[in-house]
């Protein structure tokens, strides 16, 4: 196992750069652990970081992402909101918290696949033609609003 994967201490910007190197074994201690939460954290910041204004155009859009598998089964809930170019995050959002108008999309699969799918590990098309990930809203813009945002990988 890596040793990333137990340090629950580690910062977590570099165990998000460590990601791709780890089985999905490894993936799925590190996520069902103490630093699990942290490292999501870190993913939904760097792709709110990382957004790509010029490929979203004046898209205004709100993709949620309903990650199941956490501790005790729970699921954490992430939304991106793209209004006027500018990428906003907004961790466990409230039932009455308004994302902007425009295009919607939610996407529900567990934190594992989630992970492996970012870091290209597993196909995303092939995990959504079994079932594996869910997706509700527009599925051609489901499609191309995964290129606005990216993670930084370290080498």
Do not use: H
Request: charged share 25%; proline share 5%; with cysteine.
């Amino acid at each position: 196992m890596s040793d990333l994967a137990v340090d629950p201490t580690a910062d977590p910007a570099r165990l998000v750069s460590g990601l791709s190197t780890m089985s999905e074994r490894e993936i799925s201690d590190l996520l069902g652990g103490p630093a699990g939460e942290r490292v999501l954290d870190e993913i939904f910041r760097q792709m709110r970081d990382t957004f790509r204004p010029e490929q979203a155009g004046d898209e205004t859009a709100s993709v949620r992402f309903a990650l199941t598998g956490g501790p005790g089964g729970s699921t954490r809930t992430y939304e991106l909101r793209i209004l006027d170019g500018t990428c906003t995050l907004v961790t466990e959002p409230a039932p009455g918290d308004a994302a902007p108008a425009g295009r919607a999309l939610t996407i529900t699969t567990d934190r594992v696949r989630f992970v492996r799918v970012l870091t290209g590990q597993v196909s995303g098309a092939k995990l959504f033609l079994t079932r594996k990930i869910k997706v509700d809203g527009d599925m051609k813009f489901g499609g191309k609003v995964m290129t606005w945002f990216g993670i930084r990988q370290e080498d």
